[in-house]
């Protein structure tokens, strides 16, 4: 420890400072060591002992760090912090496209509302009308289409194998490539099926456009049913063997194809029988029942294709 006069104003005065100074350099070479805080300064307050514990271990890890020492370490460190900045930005951006969307969304969710309420799916209140809780039920086609079919009363009209055909052409939704629908060769009666549901399509079609739910033009709407599969269901739902309706398959449609397309159809008649259960038209949901006994037959609902 030094003791330093009160005054230095006397040349004595500082010639002493300068030889305890010297003397302190002459012992300790390799610079004054470090106050203990405990036994030189006298601090005993418990906080200051944790901190300094904390200190020490913090130290400790740094020492150990394989970085420590490293030539490079400001250059390191400079990159490591424009990534933590980079990847705050990232943070921020995915939070502001998230905002984004859910404006989208609700923006769509309130487009979808105004089409419900104008094909009288739901009331001015919101709340699910009859037609509403019928396009609840259906999730393997076109809900708003193959209810407005059914409010139209053609599954009422028609024959049991003719209402298999307009379920097809409501499931089938990729058709044959540079061919439009009215090229396709068919039946009188299943082409005058396939043109109401055409102008169902079309009634969906223009209030989807209208409140800019539709992305595609009306008539590319309308033209996404497709009628390939109509000729060959109707056959199958009558009777006909399946290498007997295989004949009538659309040009590039294998045997798997036709399989998948058979088990939808009788996906949505299953829809459609429990929507008709649920609103009370008994009538109806037998005659779906019937449609199912016809459509679920033979090889197409075995359980292995190779027995």
Avoid at 162 to 176: D, K
Avoid at 218 to 230: A, K, L, T, V, Y
């Amino acid at each position: 420890r030094i003791y330093a006069p009160k005054e230095l104003v006397s040349i004595e005065s500082r010639m002493r400072v300068q030889r305890a100074v010297n003397e302190v350099v002459r012992r300790f070479p390799d610079g004054v060591p470090m106050l203990s805080p405990e036994t030189d300064m006298r601090i005993d307050v418990d906080n200051f002992r944790k901190l300094k514990k904390r200190i020490d271990g913090l130290e400790a890890m740094m020492n150990r760090h394989p970085l420590h020492g490293s030539p490079d370490l400001d250059g390191k460190v400079s990159l490591f912090a424009k990534r933590r900045e980079l990847t705050l930005q990232h943070k921020i951006a995915k939070r502001r496209l998230k905002a984004a969307q859910g404006m989208i969304h609700k923006d769509d969710l309130r487009h979808m509302h105004r089409v419900l309420r104008r094909l009288n799916y739901t009331d001015e209140d919101g709340v699910v009308a009859m037609k509403g809780r019928v396009a609840c039920e259906i999730t393997s086609a076109d809900a708003l289409v193959t209810t407005e079919l059914v409010f139209d009363g053609l599954f009422k009209e028609l024959p049991p194998d003719l209402c298999v055909a307009v379920v097809a052409s409501l499931t089938e939704r990729v058709g044959s490539a540079g061919k439009e629908p009215k090229d396709i060769k068919m039946s009188v009666e299943c082409k005058e099926a396939y043109e109401k549901v055409r102008v169902a399509a079309q009634i969906v079609g223009k209030q989807m456009q209208e409140c800019q739910c539709l992305d595609i033009s009306i008539n590319d709407f309308m033209n996404s049913f497709r009628p390939e599969m109509m000729e060959l269901t109707r056959e199958w739902a009558k009777g006909t063997k399946f290498e007997t309706c295989m004949k009538v398959a659309p040009r590039g449609m294998y045997e798997g194809s036709v399989v998948r397309s058979i088990r939808r159809i009788n996906e949505v008649l299953w829809q459609l029988k429990g929507a008709m259960s649920i609103v009370g038209d008994a009538e109806l949901a037998d005659k779906f029942e019937e449609m199912q006994g016809m459509v679920k037959r033979d090889i197409v609902f075995a359980d292995s294709l190779f027995l």
